[in-house]
């Protein structure tokens, strides 16, 4: 399907709409509107449109992903290894604001794990633990498809652009210069 | 702030339960993490960020579970068993686990029965004695 390398400036898979809080090597939080215009949602479940919990874990691996390799400078491949532990308490409906909250645990050479809670207003939605692998540092020589990295130098790290060009607009804002 | 073993036992039983998502009946101590308790290679660095928050200690890389770099270096390994020099090499960097049912026969496919939860016990006695 997807076999070519000819993917430069291809437009990933994003889904999360943009960065609200980025604390290098700490934290980020991402937002992600569901709308009934995703056509998922259309067949999941006909007359009763909920998003799949397996995409609320993916919207925590773009927002934990992106936290972990920011945190080296994006120097390392980062790939989503295991989903430690996922709740859910309530349903992501149409029109509901998801806010997607990552906090990094661990982070040494081979791999991170972060802590995720999405939030929809008040209401807790789900618990995500998620553990990284930096794929250069554990399985020398194998080679992994491009897709299967949480960035690749394009399309990701515009949404982190984006959010930096928004100027002050929280108090954790922070220069990229991670450790 | 000296721990009995009954109490690391606990902590550890604990510790794999969360990584592993298995029963608490599961985790015997003679329970292998792969065979038993189906770890993959990922739970070990999983476990091992946990046993260090959990006992707040570190734990160098390789330290508790060191097969991995020692099977790409053929002085080591032989015909899909462990050479006699691989043998001392992985013993000496395993003073935590027991050997004895290994010994007879080094093959690479029992490594992972070498990997059992007494032997992290051991491990993390060793560690917090130290400490």
């Known amino acids: 399907m997807k076999g070519g390398r000819e993917s430069t400036g291809r437009m990933r898979w994003i889904w999360i709409d943009r960065f609200e809080e980025f604390e290098s090597g700490r934290r980020a939080v991402a937002i992600k509107n569901v709308s ?65 909250e990552a906090v990094l645990e661990n982070l040494t050479d081979e791999a991170a794990t972060i802590h995720g809670t999405i939030r929809c207003g008040a209401q807790h939605v789900a618990d995500i633990k998620l553990m990284f692998s930096h794929i250069d540092k554990n399985r020398s020589g194998v080679e992994f498809p491009e897709e299967n990295f949480v960035f690749d130098n394009g399309s990701f790290l515009s949404l982190l652009r984006a959010y930096r060009l928004g100027g002050d607009r929280t108090a954790g804002r922070s220069e990229a210069r991670g450790g | 702030m000296a721990m009995s073993r009954a109490q690391i036992c606990e902590k550890v039983r604990g510790t794999l339960v969360d990584a592993l998502g298995v029963d608490e009946e599961e985790v015997t101590e003679d329970a292998t993490l792969m065979g038993d308790l189906g770890a993959e290679s990922i739970d070990f660095l999983d476990i091992v960020f946990r046993l260090e928050k959990a006992f707040g200690i570190k734990i160098p890389r390789e330290e508790l579970f060191p097969a991995e770099n020692l099977l790409n270096n053929a002085d080591y390994v032989n015909n899909g068993k462990l050479t006699a020099q691989g043998l001392a090499r992985l013993k000496s960097q395993m003073p935590h686990v027991d050997f004895a049912d290994f010994e007879q026969d080094p093959d690479l496919n029992k490594i992972p029965d070498l990997f059992r939860v007494k032997s992290i016990v051991k491990y993390i006695e060793g560690k917090v004695s130290a400490a």
């Open chain 1, 36 to 100: 009934l215009t995703e056509e998922y949602l259309h067949d999941h479940f006909p007359g009763y449109p909920v998003m799949p919990p397996a995409l609320l874990i993916e919207a925590m691996a773009q927002t934990g992903g992106i936290l972990v390799g920011e945190a080296r400078n994006f120097r390392e491949k980062v790939i989503l290894a295991k989903i430690t532990q996922a709740v859910f308490y309530q349903e992501a409906r149409p029109g509901d604001q998801l806010r997607l």
